[in-house]
């Protein structure tokens, strides 16, 4: 199912979590990518993408803590 027609069917608290959820496993994935580089020593930029995307992450999972 796609997120836009869960999002759709979801109410009240579920509807409020669906997107912060979504996005950690966003932000997850993206600092697996970058450590991979840092790992591989293929970009510089990666250790700022893993600082980030981990604040991304525990500010959404403090939302969810909210909620």
Partial sequence: MKIRAVL???????????????????HRGGIDMAQEELDTGG??????????QTAETATKQEILGSL
């Fill in 8 to 26: 759709e069917d979801a109410y009240s608290v579920d509807a409020s979590r669906l997107f912060p959820e979504q996005m950690i496993e966003h």
């Fill in 43 to 52: 970009n510089a930029l990666a250790p700022t993408i893993i600082a980030a």
